[in-house]
């Protein structure tokens, strides 16, 4: 991808910027232990231990004898990403922008790498085996109907017996503003389910899917994007009852692009032209529930440093290089933390 650095005539030092909130998950960060305990290696064995409860007992024989079980589960990283940056020294020279590093720098984490970043948390955390993403349109609902719902979230987490003290709710902006504004209309109605959560925080709908793909950088671009459905001709010679089939039209250009349109009544003659999904699509995330102590989320590794035309031994330019490596993941024996409502389309 090439640079693009204007020459000047002169310029102010105020960087014009695009709209961005910084990372929105970096509050579910694992602490220092964690960190310690993914030092040296490409898994983490996470020690789970499980004791038999307590029996009666009695003067003559005593004690009953229970068990201990102590496993490990393993965890692996599974976030590795990074960019080079090159410029010219010449194009930075006569430009007059000797500085421009920094501030790229600064745009390339506000940008690129927060977004990502908590993109990729979310994703992961919606994906993980064992999570169950409850699936409704908010797009006409109203205050009521989504506090009705998240007391139900809360109701079923305080029977597991979740604490409160990490439990976090992230929210859209929108679905947030109608909570916001139905507390204000009515003062004397009960919104106190809110208060089962010790921290509310607004996520972009942009960051927030339940699966993303990472672009590698290539012919397919760069950052993330929400994952698109994937099809493919199906292989029935009956039609299936309890499958969906799709119909394709359009050309696959970007002028023209495949339409997938649901077949309402399927019939044997048509199913060669047929297609099914084999990669479901990534959704809009209403909001998410997690207790903190259920994720398992930190960088390893985090490399980022400018280097001058002098370091560099086949190119006169400027270079900044950015590499990110870390894990998000969950324990396994506390889903019961975590809950994601996901729009249904």
């Known amino acids: 991808m090439p640079n693009s650095i204007a020459y000047v005539k002169n310029y102010t030092s105020i960087l014009d910027r695009v709209y961005q909130r910084a990372s929105v998950s970096g509050c579910l960060a694992s602490g220092r232990r964690m960190v310690q305990a993914g030092r040296n290696a490409k898994e983490i064995m996470i020690p789970k231990i499980e004791v038999t409860g307590l029996g009666d007992y009695t003067r003559n024989v005593g004690y009953k004898t229970g068990a201990i079980t102590y496993e490990f589960e393993t965890k ?3 976030y590795d990403r990074g960019i080079k ?4 020294v010449m194009d930075v020279e006569e430009a007059g922008v000797l500085g421009c590093f920094v501030e790229a720098g600064s745009e390339l984490q506000r940008v690129q790498v927060a977004p990502e970043a908590d993109a990729f948390t979310f994703a992961q955390i919606a994906g993980h085996t064992g999570v169950t993403t409850a699936s409704k349109s908010y797009a006409n609902a109203d205050a009521e109907d989504i ?7 809360t109701s079923a987490m305080d029977e597991h017996q979740v604490t ?4 976090y709710l992230f929210i859209t902006p929108t679905l947030k503003g109608v909570l916001d504004d139905f507390s204000y209309a009515n003062p004397n109605r009960s919104n106190r389910v809110l208060e089962r959560f010790s921290r509310i925080v607004e996520v972009p709908q942009v960051r927030f899917y339940t699966a993303i793909d990472l672009l590698s950088g290539g012919d397919d671009g760069f950052g993330y994007q929400k994952r698109a459905a994937e099809y493919e001709l199906t292989s029935d010679t009956e039609v299936d009852s309890g499958k969906t089939y799709y119909t394709r039209s359009g050309s696959g250009t970007a002028a023209s692009p495949y339409v997938y349109t649901e077949v309402a009544s399927p019939v044997e003659a048509s199913l060669g ?23 398992i989320k ?6 980022s440093r400018v280097f001058s035309p002098d370091e560099l031994e086949n190119l006169d330019s400027y270079m900044m290089k950015y590499r990110k490596y870390g894990i998000v993941e969950l324990f396994d024996n506390k889903l019961d933390g975590v809950y994601v409502s996901a729009s249904t389309s």
């Not at 409160?164 to 439990?167: F, K, L, N, S, Y």
């Not at 930190?298 to 490399?303: L, M, P, S």
């Open 85 to 88: 940056l090159l410029a010219d």
């Open 273 to 295: 032209t047929y297609y099914e999904i084999t990669t479901a699509p990534g959704l809009d995330v209403n909001f998410m529930v997690i207790e903190k102590s259920a994720v």
């Open 298 to 303: 930190f960088d390893k590794h985090v490399a």
């Open 76 to 78: 692996t990283f599974n």
């Open 164 to 167: 409160t003290g990490g439990r």
């Open 147 to 153: 506090l009705e719902d998240l007391r139900t979230v």
